[in-house]
């Protein structure tokens, strides 16, 4: 029994240290990332107007989505209208590039759309997102309720037959 103990404690202190070395590898693999990350945050002016409207835009959108989350037609015009935005991110992207200097600090706007990417499309994907899982757990509502209503139907027809 103590054999079989012993072996147990080796085998537990072998995967601690298998984990907190696996645990170190992507730390230290997910430093570079959380550097430039964090450096993408520090050289935005979060003071201008423009971003503020924009964080204000998502926030209300946001706010839109849970207040009427058990409207699923106005859900889905939702939902098209942020994938609409998402689709139409390297248009605006282009325009905004051409036109920073007359409502941004600084540019902001390259070529690869990063920033756009990060701050509009972004967000605009996640509410679509919680659209999509709110319509699920609708759609998964409205089955069971058909199915009860269907066994209520058949147990109906049971006993009138047997009637």
Not at 83 to 106: C, D, H, M, P, T
Not at 133 to 157: D, G, M, P, Q
Request: proline share 1%.
């Amino acid at each position: 029994m103590e054999d079989l103990q012993s072996a147990v404690n080796a085998h537990f202190d072998q995967m601690a240290d298998l984990v907190e070395k696996l645990s170190a590898e992507f730390r230290s693999g997910l430093k570079p990332t959380y550097e430039n990350l964090m450096g993408f945050f520090h050289a935005i002016d979060w003071q201008e107007r423009w971003l503020i409207c924009l964080l204000s835009f998502h926030a209300i959108l946001l706010l839109l989505v849970f207040v009427s989350r058990r409207n699923i037609n106005f859900q889905m015009f939702l939902f098209l209208a942020a994938l609409g935005g998402v689709y139409l991110a390297e248009r605006l992207n282009r325009i905004l590039a051409s036109n920073w200097k007359s409502f941004a600090g600084q540019n902001y706007f390259d070529a690869n759309g990063v920033f756009l990417s990060v701050l509009w499309s972004g967000p605009l994907l996640v509410i679509a997102i919680i659209i999509l899982v709110n319509t699920l757990f609708s759609l998964c509502y409205l089955i069971v309720r058909w199915k009860r209503a269907e066994l209520k139907h058949r147990a109906r027809a049971a006993r009138s037959k047997e009637e």
